[in-house]
Each structure stands twice: as C-alpha cells, then as structure tokens.
C-alpha cells in the first residue's frame, strides 16, 4: 500500500474546517466528531459559530489520524497514546531546563553587569 504525504501545513495564524479538510485530507464532519471526542483538539470559535484552527490543531489532527488510519489505534487507544507522548514532551522540556547552578550563575553576572553599569554612569 502506498503512502501517501500530506502537503505541507501553509503558514496561517488560522485555518477553516474546509482548508483542514483539505490539508489533512479528514472529512469535515470526522473533524467535527475528533473535536468532540480529543479535547485536546480545540478550535477558536468566532461570533458566528465558525470554527477556526491554529496550526497546533492540523499537527495534533494529522497525529490523530495516524493514530487511527495507520497504526490501527482505537479512538481510547490514540486518546491514551497522545496523553503518553504528552508526558514524554513535557518531560523532554524539563531537561531542556538550565539547571539552578545555571540560573544562580546568570544572576550573578547580571548583578555585576548592573553594578558595572552604575559604576560607569
């Protein structure tokens, strides 16, 4: 079975069901229910009612239907595999963290800059 690619997610501050339709190549009415069933997945909504995606939203749409389409998952599978990858993310992001020694030593030379500063003022 060939794989086919998704097209390249255009730069947008915000994206219609139909242009999401259309880059992910989900119906709009399975965007509807995904909406409802992935909390995770949460357009803004404008006066009329009209949903309106960030790009956040199409990465974590195309995660869930490859979730789904590919890897076979069940809608409480994929539900638990994204909170599993979540916890991995944020979990990476507190390793990516300078550590205190780190902090405490760029606060020390920020008070030496400072006091420099008023030395030559």
């Known amino acids: 079975m ?15 069901i139909g242009e999401v339709s ?4 989900v119906e709009p009415y399975v965007l509807r229910y995904w909406e409802s069933e ?4 949460s357009p803004v909504r404008t006066n009329s009612k009209q949903r309106l995606y960030r790009k956040r939203d199409l990465e974590l749409i195309l995660e869930v239907k490859k979730l789904l389409y590919q890897e076979k998952f ?10 599993e990858l979540k916890g991995l993310r944020e979990k990476q992001l507190k390793l ?14 920020k008070k030496d800059l400072q006091d420099l500063r008023g030395l030559l003022s």
Do not use: H, N, W
């Open 74 to 83: 069940t809608i409480a599978g994929a539900k638990k595999r994204l909170q």
């Open 38 to 41: 992935f909390k995770i997945i």
């Open 22 to 25: 259309q880059i992910t190549g």
């Open 96 to 109: 990516d963290l300078p550590d205190k020694k780190y902090q405490e030593g760029l606060l020390r030379v």
């Open 2 to 16: 060939e794989k086919k690619s998704t097209p390249p997610i255009p730069e947008k501050l915000y994206y219609k």
